[in-house]
């Protein structure tokens, strides 16, 4: 995690946004991953916060045979057992690999012989004492404690788990989706919606609500008078269209947020897209540090978060 406090947050942002490709071809498409879960029958993933959109974009992207699981939910109803019976991997998702309950659940999963394959920084406590294979996410920094640039990579080494080779596209196109008060996705894309939401919280400390699409227009788009639609390459264009304009036409300011064909590139694209949005607006808004670090409460949080 970078820990640079002499340059204010929107500059270490930026600088991120502006080498995210050099980033990506470095630490994903030079590196050389063994593709561990390509035969993998069953998948449970699992992880925290960013981590967890990692896992809701796996479990899409990797079909039918994968799901993402909530580590706490996970711990609670013997997930494990579960996974043990029908022969399941499960990937723990943990950057620093210190949060309390995804090694919790990959301790328990292991001692009953379940796989677990880890994406971690190289001798986490994750990595010590519950994987049976590692895949080492080797740039972990976040800007004052804001995962940027390393989520694209941490999705981009799990494409190549899976046996696919991951493009980052060409990054461009407004910002003003950010100023929707709700980000909605579908499948995949849910994940990126989710992750667009913690940088958000982590900036500038203010609600902005996540929904699956689904979900979103059955009660929650009630309240909303703006809605950004993260597209997902598995749905076909026409239907998520539809939705929009089926939105629009309810008096609901909907943006849309569409990408690449190919689900891993666009998963990846996406996610840079975010970051980049949200290093202009922390620009524009001259955020010097992120709202979260200075929360009364950051110090039991924390206390509670991670080993």
């Known amino acids: 995690m970078s820990t640079d406090t002499s340059q204010p947050l929107y500059t270490l942002l930026r600088r991120e946004a502006e080498s995210i490709h050099d980033i990506f071809r470095e630490h994903v498409s030079e590196k050389s991953v063994e593709p561990v879960l390509s035969d993998a029958d069953c998948i449970a993933a699992t992880g925290s916060g960013d981590s967890y959109a990692a896992a809701i974009t796996l479990a899409a992207l990797a079909g039918p045979r994968a799901e993402a699981v909530d580590p706490l939910d ?7 057992r579960f996974l043990a019976e029908k022969g399941c991997t499960l990937v723990a998702i943990s ?3 210190r949060t309390r309950t ?20 190289p001798g986490s406590p994750l990595a ?7 895949i080492e996410t080797t740039y972990p920094h976040a800007p004052m404690g804001v995962g940027a640039a390393r989520q694209v990579v941490l ?9 696919y080779e991951p493009r980052l596209g060409s990054i461009g196109g407004k910002c003003a989706w950010m100023n929707a008060d709700v980000f909605a996705g579908i499948a995949d894309s849910y994940g990126s919606a989710l992750f667009a939401a913690n940088k958000f919280y982590e900036v500038y400390a203010k609600p902005k609500r996540h929904e699956r699409l689904e979900q979103l227009v059955h009660a929650a788009i009630y309240p909303s008078k703006a809605v950004a639609i993260f597209y997902s390459p598995l749905l076909p264009r026409k239907r998520i269209d539809y939705a929009a304009k089926t939105i629009t036409e309810a008096g609901i300011k909907v943006y849309k947020i569409q ?17 980049k949005c949200l290093a202009e607006r922390a620009t524009k808004d001259q955020a010097e540090k992120p709202a979260y670090r200075q929360h009364p409460g950051l110090e ?8």
């Open 74 to 80: 996970a711990v609670a109803v013997d997930k494990p």
């Open 155 to 163: 999705l981009g080494l799990i494409a190549k788990a899976l046996g």
């Open 102 to 121: 995804v090694i919790e659940l990959a301790e328990k999963a292991l001692s009953r012989k379940v796989p677990v394959v880890c994406f971690t920084t």
């Open 128 to 134: 010590q004492r519950a994987c049976s294979h590692v």
């Open 259 to 275: 990408g690449e064909k190919n689900p891993w590139d666009n998963a990846v694209t996406q996610t840079a897209t975010i970051i």
């Open 95 to 97: 950057i620093g690999g």
């Open 300 to 307: 039991p949080l924390t206390r509670l978060i991670y080993e």
